[in-house]
């Protein structure tokens, strides 16, 4: 405890000895003093000799080094304390008057008894036992009345300022033993806490107690001086001596304030300059002295010297450890309320559970995270406020590469849709994705990956391309486009690319849009690829056009712009629009879609302009959920509506949707379900403001069952629908999509279309890593000889993700057994509202709700993938044992 | 000045003193582990800073290992004053925590340090899942902030 604690008091401190061998030591004290009353009266030159030159002299070297020592063992301190240990001490509070006087008291009777002896004290024995016993005897009687040691020892007493002085920096601490316990009878009590007993008193709110203890510190050594260098009466006349040692004093005082006032340094700390010379005068007077006891074959002027000297540097050190004290003791003292963990037992365990796992080095910032095994960087990285784009958190979307500068292999492993993602992004072989990957051991990493020198070994080794292709046009630049124009380049190294966007941007995380909406930092960090990327792949990039008809038979695209682009082969990549259904009032001011950035933007702009306070979302799917937290993030009241009677049907069943929704409800987001918009009202306002928008602002939703809930902006997350004006009028073959075959060719065969757009297999899914492999199948197949594509597109099991706080929700495939052959495994962790469900058909897995496990996702969506067989696991995954899962990432 | 402090008797003032600046003293054992699973842990060498002056961080740390000194607001040309040097079980940060605002002052590792941190975005899980943890940390965190007040203003 003593090492956790800058200035420990005396309960605080190790006891040197039992009580009983102090009190013993006490007696005995007590015996010697009186012995050398006896000595005084009997034998006054052996008693004088044995006081004056035996004992005073070395009483200030042992307040200067132990103190508490001599606190223990006075013979004064321990008459003071006697009627208190038998219990004859009346116990009272000292009078106002001596409890602010008592020091100046103690002050006065020393000056006046030591400098006494020069006329009476150092030669009459009597006189000096009678003293002695006075002083023991006031002690006595004080401490029979008064509480504690407030009567005597912390007040009154002639040596107490002197202890102050030299004892507040004790070389060697000895802990007060007589207050057993304490009372409490004293402000800034020495016996309670030496080594700030003093400097509390010069810090004091009252003035005064700083003020007493500068006035004697300061007369000091003035007062020293002038004891050893006046000649002792009669050489002088007694009133000039008294006279000369007040003006020695006041000289001395005098240069102490003087230096207060011109020297910037705190008051202590001359405090500490003067008792150090008053220290060093006296032993340089009473080396000599002390010198005699010796015996006396050592020559005196070998012991003085070296004594000085010692005595020198003893003080020097001293200063230098007084004056940092004083430091330490301002910072303590500058804040006074620093709060504690109230359970510092829990503290240290949990820390303790910490030791061993592997340490995360953030560069630049120089951040080191302690991270739990199968973390993944990206969490680590968001949890501790350190600034990371984030996407999918599966790995697909590009938003956040991070250079591994060193540890690569204490990461998990690289999954092929992460490997996809990497080869996309071209950046340097040391770079990760880093929602995917999961820390194992010790790595450094940086968040800005480093830039590459790849394009030339980019190209997709073996892959033939027909020298007949030389223009291929991709209309859509979303992630399908700028795919299926990445593969293009990497299979055909000298086409013409055209990609042509209708939106302004260069490809962003549409997937993170929701960000836009409460985030800071608008479309910064939100692009997937630098801008030189495009020049690098030599690719031509519209941005902001729309291509607004193809001829299919000239092979030509006409853009908004008038210009014409032939093309050899043309991918559809023009993805998808919210779907708003018809709804009453979907044309008020502040009803919205959330498809693009711009979207968003317009969401963020239009929740600033108008003071937005209540938002519904009607949808309760994943986009809608992560608009609604958008929105709640954002400061504003949100209800979700949700048609079905759980949200996420899509992905989650009946006890996981609940899960969620009482997290959502938790965090404030209000959650109706079997709630269908039936109309929009406007607020029917006159604002100018509004008029000049055309038309009313929304006010209110209400739904079919009559109920209305009041809203400032309504956002229809309804689905999406395909973009397919375009296609129809190529006289494409159209349903819910383009309709594609397994090389992602449309009924014209150098036309192909791939992701929102196109309809394989009679569905349309919606979701970027299937764009991705759509994309990448209709490259290969549009620059491939005729006959010789070497890619076929094969369903990819769809893996969704929430993207909200506190939420690790993934579900995968199948989220409900259906038909004899298929089970579940089904786990619940109420008290850490986790859930975990696997649908199994026969042996193999082939769907999963996850959610709180985040450890556990990519490792089961890697077994639905591959269609693993995992009847040895089963037991295991019944018993709750799902390492299996993570062990397939590693 | 407030030396008193330095003299409050362990059995008698102190666990008063020790039970008012306590953050959660009525959390059981079971509470505080499960707090602790929002905490991220975070390691400190000599003069790494936990908590940069002017940062906006809404998180508010718990000293696990080690010390960690406070120093006073500073023009970055100069150097800093310290003000007082924080111990093992202190926490630190609670007032950006609360009120979003710009940190005051520095802090900075002495030597090899560990700290928790327990972020605004922690809280908003732990209020999602568990109001009752979370309406107390806010009221103790609330409670500290006014006992600081009350010394300050009893300083005055």
Redesign the interface.
Known sequence: MQS?V??P?F??MRQWLPLWVWHGIRIASVGVALALCITLIVLPDWGLYLFWRVLIPLVPLLFFVAPGLWRNICPMAALNQTPRLFEMTKGLVLPQWLKEYGYLIGISLFLALVSSRKVLFNYNGPALAILILLLLGTAFVMGSLFKGKSGWCSSICPLLPVQRIYGQTPFVTVPNSHCQ??V?CT???YD??PP?AY??DM???DRHFAAYRKLFVGLFPGFILAFYTLPNPPAIPILAMYGYFVLYSLVSVGLFFLAESTVKVTANKLTVLFGAVALNLYYWFNAPVLANLLPTAIPTTSFVWPFRLLILGLTLFWIYRTWQKE??FV?????????????????V???AS?VG?P?VLIAPE?????ATKGVTLLD?I????LPIEAGCRMGVCGADPVCIVDGMGNLSKISSDERTTLERLGLAPNTRMACVARVRGHCKVSLTPEKPDLFSTSFIQGAKFDKSVEKVVIIGNGIAGVTAADHVRRRHPHCEIHLIGRERHHLYNRMAITRLIYGRSAMQGLYLLPEKWYDDYNITCWLNTQATGVDVDGQTVTLGTGETLPYDRLILTTGSSAYVPALEGADLTGVFVLRTAEDAMSIRDFVQERVCRQAVVAGGGLLGLEAAYGLHKLGLEVAVLERSGSLLRRQLDDRSGQILRN??E???IQIVTEAESASLQDRRTTRHDDSRLGGGRIQQVTLTDGRTLPCDLFLICAGIRSNLTLAQSMGLTVKRGVVVDEQMRTNRPEIFAAGDVAEYKGQVLGLWPIAVGQAEVAAAGAVAPAGQADKTYSEIVPVTMLKV??VDLTSIGVIGADGPTQSEIVLEEQEE?RYRKLVLDGNKVIGAILLGYPTEAAGVAEAVRQGLDVSKEIDAFKRGDWRWFVSLME | ???A?????????QPAA?E????????S?SK??KF?HYC??????DG?VLIAQGST?R?FY?I??GQFA?FAPHNPERQPR???????????G?QTFLDSQPAIGEVRAIGEA?A??F?H??F??L???D?EMAHDMLFDLGR?VS??LR??MA?R
């Open positions: 956790q800058p200035f008091n309960m605080q316990p304490c409490g402000k800034n009590c309670f806490n700030v400097l509390a810090y004091d709110d430091t330490k910072e303590q003292t500058v804040i006074p309320l620093t709060a504690h963990v109230g359970a510092q037992d829990s503290l365990s949990h820390q910490m796992n340490e120089g951040k080191r995270i302690v680590l968001e949890q501790n406020g997290y959502l938790g965090m404030g706080v506190g509202h | 000045m407030n030396t402090t330095f003299f409050d008797y362990p059995t008698l003032a020790i008012a600046t306590a953050f959660l003293a009525s959390w054992h505080w582990t602790f991220q842990t975070l390691r400190f060498s790494d961080d998180a718990l696990a290992q406070v310290r003000l007082t040097v924080m111990e093992a079980g202190a926490v630190v609670e560990e928790l941190r972020s975005d922690a908003a899980i209020a999602a899942r109001q500290l006992l600081r010394a300050l300083e």
